[in-house]
């Protein structure tokens, strides 16, 4: 608890870049996972290859050798980044090949006939997926893509690697400056929790509210038949 209060401003500084690069990367990987996803469904085969490449490739790498090629090796040919955003940049990398599949997945599960059924109204493929696919698509997804946010909450921790300044590395140097390890650990461990279940638990009202609303929306339909 004394460590708690004394090295409150030190770790409040952390969890603000914590929660910072985590919402950016969230923002970002959610974006561009869809993205991608859209490549890997689509029809033409370069865009489709080159959605696969993006996913296999960054699935299948390490996090911290993203972000250390962002903070060591980009600097050698370009402007040097700092550790916040060289950090951010690869969980944001990192995170979006999963999403990527995750809604994927869940575009693949919706049923064609909705698709047709859009087109044959008059829509436009971009408009189709845009207001009828992707919209079930996510509510179909909802509990891996709050797994996904949760693990990217966690692996903002990466930003330690690259003087990120977040809440790990801060307890890494009150680790250092106390000799108390377990302590420290102890600490940060409670503070990322403190992001991590409210997330969660978002998550699961989110997805509890609208399976609920498919429920009445269904349970009207069958009763105005």
Same mark, same amino acid.
């Given at each position: 608890? #004394? ?19 985590? /919402? $950016?990367?969230? *923002? %970002?990987? &959610? ?19 080159? %959605? @696969? ?12 050798? $993203? ?15 700092? +550790?916040?955003? !060289? ?8 995170? #979006? ?6 809604? @994927?997945? %869940? $575009?693949? #599960? ?7 059924? !859009? ?14 696919? &992707? ?10 893509? =709050?797994?996904?946010?949760?693990? /990217? *909450?966690?692996? #903002? ?18 680790? !250092? ?5 377990? =302590? !420290?650990?102890? *600490?940060? %461990? *409670?503070?990322? /929790?403190?992001?991590?279940?409210? &997330? ?14 498919? +429920? ?10």
């Amino acid at each position: 608890m #004394s460590m708690f209060i004394h090295f409150w401003p030190q770790l409040l500084e952390g969890l603000k870049i914590t929660l910072g690069s985590s /919402l $950016i990367a969230l *923002v %970002g990987s &959610l974006i561009l996972g869809t993205l991608f996803a859209l490549l890997e469904i689509s029809h033409n085969r370069v865009l489709h290859l080159i %959605g @696969r490449i993006y996913v296999e490739f960054f699935r299948n790498i390490p996090l911290l050798i $993203i972000a250390l090629f962002f903070y060591v090796i980009v600097p050698l040919f370009a402007a040097k980044l700092s +550790g916040f955003t !060289a950090g951010t940049l690869a969980l944001t990398i990192y995170t #979006s090949s999963f999403i990527a599949e995750t809604v @994927r997945a %869940g $575009i693949q #599960s919706v049923d064609p006939g909705q698709m047709e059924a !859009a087109r044959a109204n008059g829509m436009t493929y971009i408009q189709a997926m845009r207001y009828i696919v &992707l919209p079930q698509a996510v509510k179909l997804v909802i509990p891996p893509l =709050g797994n996904q946010f949760v693990n /990217l *909450v966690k692996n #903002s921790s990466v930003l330690a690697f690259v003087a990120g300044f977040d809440l790990m590395y801060e307890g890494n140097l009150i680790a !250092a400056q106390t000799f108390d390890t377990f =302590g !420290a650990y102890i *600490v940060v %461990g *409670v503070f990322y /929790l403190i992001l991590t279940l409210p &997330l969660s638990y978002f998550m699961q009202y989110l997805e509890k509210k609208w399976n609920a609303g498919s +429920g009445e929306r269904e349970a009207s339909a069958l009763a105005n038949e």
